[in-house]
């Protein structure tokens, strides 16, 4: 028996729980769990900045995918993203549900890694090193304001960069030239500031053509960050109804979203529980030129 087939062997028997450490990661012990077929990290916010840091040390090229209950649910009807979700170097547990479901699966150390927290801390931690960044998404305007506010908070913090993309759907000489720009810049990090699942699509399509070590979709934190748009307090954070108070922010732009999630995000967790459905991890769908599919 080759190793690689020992190894597919030992995955696929993995992911016939819920809970696992997955021995392929480059990190080696990092666990994670099954949330309705999208691999979760088990990580916290200083832990998944420690991961982060170490594989820009190590040359590596990866992305990031910061995830909510949304964007699970969005996953389920679209195989390409939830096989883009299951290939990135980590998934954070950006809303509190994803928390619970790692806390109930052992994972104790495990915690929120909101979005905007996760720029701010590993902004922070970059300060030592040198890490260059580049912001990418959002509107001229807002990415000038966020780059004043940064760099206020964070003066010795290397951004190297910044561009608002076309709103319209890139040409391949526009994402040609986008990555030119981007890989001339020198960066190792580039935040992408996207709506999802537009940023997750970006970074997976973008990743083989990108210099830079870390691709990190972090959505709306370009708006917060920049004082545009009102982050819950704290408190509603860690109750696990900040989708209630984002709501009543913006009730017009949201309400559809947010009547499909929660019911289905509640009823599909508890089909997976009670094991009444199963939600296998795929790493790779048709076409996508990922390596292969466990089951």
Not at 164 to 193: C, Y
Not at 198 to 212: I, N
Not at 282 to 289: D, K, L, M, P
Request: hydrophobic share 40%; with cysteine.
């Amino acid at each position: 028996m080759t190793v690689s087939v020992a190894k597919a062997q030992v995955m696929r028997k993995q992911t016939a729980g819920t809970s696992q450490t997955s021995i392929l990661h480059p990190k080696g012990s990092l666990g994670w769990t099954n949330v309705l077929g999208v691999r979760v990290s088990a990580v916290n916010l200083k832990s998944a900045t420690g991961f982060i840091q170490k594989a820009i040390e190590d040359g590596r090229k990866e992305y990031v995918c910061v995830r909510d209950a949304h964007g699970i649910v969005r996953c389920q009807d679209d195989p390409e993203l939830r096989s883009i979700h299951n290939r990135a170097f980590l998934v954070t547990p950006d809303g509190m549900p994803l928390v619970w479901a790692l806390k109930r699966a052992g994972h104790s150390e495990s915690d929120r890694v909101y979005g905007p927290d996760l720029m701010l801390s590993v902004f922070d931690a970059g300060r030592s090193t040198g890490v260059r960044h580049f912001l990418y998404g959002a509107t001229a305007e807002t990415l000038e304001q966020l780059q004043a506010r940064l760099l206020a908070k964070f003066p010795q913090a290397r951004i190297v960069g910044s561009y608002s993309p076309p709103f319209h759907k890139l040409s391949l000489q526009e994402e040609t030239e986008i990555a030119d720009r981007l890989n001339r810049s020198g960066a190792d990090i580039i935040w992408v500031g996207l709506s999802s699942p537009k940023q997750e699509l970006w970074m997976a399509r973008m990743r083989d053509r990108l210099k830079a070590s870390m691709l990190i979709g972090v959505g709306a934190a370009f708006d917060f960050h920049a004082g545009l748009k009102r982050q819950a307090p704290r408190f509603i954070q860690r109750s696990g109804f900040e989708w209630a108070f984002r709501l009543l922010c913006e009730p017009r732009r949201l309400w559809r979203r947010y009547a499909l999630v929660v019911p289905t995000f509640i009823s599909l967790t508890a089909f997976q529980r009670l094991g009444l459905r199963k939600f296998p991890i795929e790493e790779a769908v048709s076409g996508s030129g990922a390596s292969g599919q466990m089951q």
